[in-house]
């Protein structure tokens, strides 16, 4: 079946750097995402990975895949407070149902000064 | 270009009452979705469409019905409220093929007394 896990809270202090994990069932996921949900809002794309990369990187934002473990994390450096948000992890399935995205639990990261 | 667009904001609704949560895109995507999200919850997809005229059941489609008569718009219809069924509503969209984004709409949150 497809699942997303993650874990539910993380707390960093301002200017550290913020890692987000996240596990995935299914082995034929084609592309992987993360989205950010801030108060009150819906989701916004931040960045997303093929299946076929390793890596990503995008500003502040470093996205890592070990495709073997089906483990993707999202490291943001420098982590400022309106990083303060919801991440989801997201998975494209393979096969037919490449027209859904499953999304996880979100992990609420929270940042001290 | 207003992206995706969702009504009510806000809505109260009484045990057995009715109503129709509005979702319209503008981008001519053929992807539409239903979720919903109980605080401190991921997304459950509820419904969802690949083009006019085709909806398919998400996880939880129990309670809800939808309709896709015209690319922009994917209305998701309660017909007998219930108490479980408090929660924020939210609708998106997505152009067709995979490692597309998801679009979301600001969400419409609804309680049910």
């Known amino acids: 079946g497809e699942d997303v896990e993650q874990s539910l809270f993380l707390s960093v202090r301002e200017g550290d750097s913020s890692v987000i994990n996240c596990t995935y069932t299914?082995?034929?996921?084609?592309?992987l995402y993360w989205y950010k949900q801030e108060p009150g809002a819906g989701l916004q794309l931040l960045t997303y990975?093929?299946?076929?990369?390793d890596m990503k990187q995008d500003q502040r934002l470093t996205v890592l895949l070990n495709k073997k473990d089906k483990h993707l994390s999202l490291r943001i450096a420098d982590t400022q407070t309106g990083d303060s948000a919801i991440y989801f992890c997201?998975?494209?399935?393979?096969?037919?149902?490449?027209?859904?995205?499953?999304f996880g639990s979100g992990t609420r990261l929270s940042i001290r000064p | 270009n207003a992206g995706v667009t969702q009504t009510p904001k806000f809505r109260i609704l009484k045990i057995g009452q009715s109503m129709t949560l509005q979702c319209t895109q503008d981008?001519?995507?053929?992807?539409m979705y239903w979720y919903r999200q109980d605080p401190g919850m991921g997304l459950k997809l509820i419904y969802y469409?690949?083009?006019?005229?085709?909806?398919d059941k998400g996880e939880v489609p129990n309670g809800y019905n939808v309709s896709r008569s015209t690319t922009e718009d994917f209305p998701l219809r309660l017909e007998l409220a219930a108490p479980s069924q408090t929660s924020v509503y939210f609708c998106?969209?997505?152009?067709?093929?995979?490692?597309?984004?998801?679009?979301f709409g600001p969400g419409t949150r609804l309680t049910v007394l």
């Open positions: 299914d082995s034929s996921s084609t592309y």
């Open positions: 469409s690949v083009g006019a005229g085709i909806t």
């Open positions: 997201a998975e494209t399935p393979g096969g037919s149902s490449a027209s859904k995205i499953i």
């Open positions: 981008m001519n995507h053929n992807y």
């Open positions: 990975i093929f299946s076929n990369m």
């Open positions: 998106a969209s997505m152009a067709s093929g995979a490692g597309n984004e998801q679009f």
